[in-house]
């Protein structure tokens, strides 16, 4: 069974770096556009970052842009999210995904991971 485990999140103090990881297992994703979502508690999850299956061409949010980069390595079916200059409102659950669409849509993603905390202290 298809499965994305993410890692890596944990607490840090504002201006910190972190970096999440996601592996995948069950089938290969190397054919499919990655995403990093995140939610915060009380809003609506929201796309951070997404990478092409290429890995040729990426999308971030603005809230994120300059601060987190994403990366993936299709050899090792893993993509990664490196944060930097973390903020206090980056602060969430933050997800990755795998779906066919190159999209910034929740809904337009097949495969999810639980999941993984991170939280930015001021």
């Known amino acids: 069974q298809a499965q994305l485990v993410e890692s890596g999140g944990g607490l840090v103090q504002a201006g910190a770096s972190l970096r999440l990881s996601c592996a995948a297992s069950?089938?290969?994703?190397?054919?499919?556009?990655m995403g990093w979502f995140r939610q915060a508690p009380g809003k609506e999850r929201e796309c951070v970052a997404i990478?092409?299956?290429?890995?040729?061409?990426?999308w971030y949010a603005d809230s994120v842009k300059g601060r987190f980069t994403i990366s993936r390595d299709n050899a090792k079916n893993t993509v990664d999210l490196q944060m930097n200059s973390l903020k206090p409102e980056d602060t969430a659950v933050y997800y990755c995904?795998?779906?066919?669409?190159?999209?910034?849509?929740?809904?337009?993603?097949?495969?999810w991971g639980q999941g993984t905390q991170v939280t930015v202290s001021s």
């Open positions: 069950g089938r290969t994703f190397g054919s499919y556009n």
């Open positions: 990478i092409r299956w290429t890995g040729r061409t990426t």
């Open positions: 995904a795998a779906g066919i669409s190159f999209s910034s849509k929740y809904r337009d993603y097949n495969y």
